[in-house]
């Protein structure tokens, strides 16, 4: 018999999560830890979302930031046009300013011409000794620069003005002649023009006229043509610069537009 004083001892439930599957006979198997492996996944599932999570708010702040950087990049964009807009502008005032000062003092020298013209023969009648070539003097070498043309529409103007500058020695001043000629590659040359307005053979001046010059370093030339529609009729302008006894120096091409600007006079 049983001793009615022992309790019999309760079982221990198992609460392992176990995954069974049965087959079409009857078979049965089982997947034990199903728990735990449901546990691993979750965690492993929100670690991913996290990572991804913080990759794409990196990705977010970047792409603010990249556009922040466009927008600025942008404005200074703008801002050096305006400033590149306003110095040309203000180069054609000063331009056409300069022109004008010129052309009163020229009026005024015509006018002292004619109040004194005795002392004005005195002084033509006079050799011209500062620009006279000796053959040993060194060989002459200019360059052209600075090459800028300037429209005023309501006069219907065009002014072209150039730096002729000596890169040689300077001890002794360069003198000679330069010519530029305005020119559309489309046309023929005789539809050329030329300042001053002088012959031109085969599309060049040939050295016996031209704006004469005697510089120890540089000298702007300023040439002034009327009725005319605008810069874009030429897109080729040629500098021509020859010493006085007609040999060419330097032939230089400039396109025509580059500087160019509309200046009112008003």
């Known amino acids: ?37 449901v546990m691993i996944t979750l965690v492993v599932l929100l670690m991913t979302g996290a990572v991804a999570g913080g990759f794409y708010y990196l990705y977010q702040e970047e792409t603010k930031k990249n556009i922040g950087l466009q927008k600025d990049m942008e404005n200074l964009r703008q801002v050096i046009t305006s400033l590149n807009n306003e110095k040309d502008i203000l180069m054609a005032r000063l331009v056409v300013a300069e022109s004008r000062v010129e052309e009163k003092l020229a009026k005024v020298d015509e006018g002292q011409t004619e109040k004194n013209p005795e002392k004005v023969s005195q002084v ?91 510089i120890f370093n540089f000298r702007t030339m300023r040439f002034k043509v009327n009725d005319q529609p605008g810069p874009d009729r030429f897109n080729t302008a040629t500098v021509f610069v020859f010493s006085l006894t007609g040999d060419l120096l330097l032939e230089k091409d400039f396109v025509v537009g580059i500087k160019a600007q509309t200046v009112s006079t008003q």
């Open 1 to 37: 018999m049983k001793n009615s004083s022992e309790i019999p001892k309760t079982v221990k439930r198992d609460r392992r999560w176990t995954l069974m599957f049965i087959g079409d006979r009857g078979k049965t198997i089982h997947f034990k830890n199903f728990k735990a492996v």
């Open 124 to 214: 033509s009648s006079q050799p011209d000794i500062g620009l006279q070539i000796t053959p040993s003097e060194p060989p002459l070498s200019v360059d052209v620069e600075e090459f800028i043309v300037f429209h005023e529409p309501d006069i219907n103007t065009l002014r072209i003005q150039y730096k002729v500058k000596n890169v040689g020695s300077k001890e002794s001043p360069v003198s000679g002649k330069t010519v530029v000629v305005l020119k559309n590659t489309d046309d023929e040359p005789n539809k050329w023009l030329s300042l001053p307005s002088v012959p031109l053979v085969s599309g060049k001046p040939t050295g016996q006229w031209g704006r004469s010059f005697s």
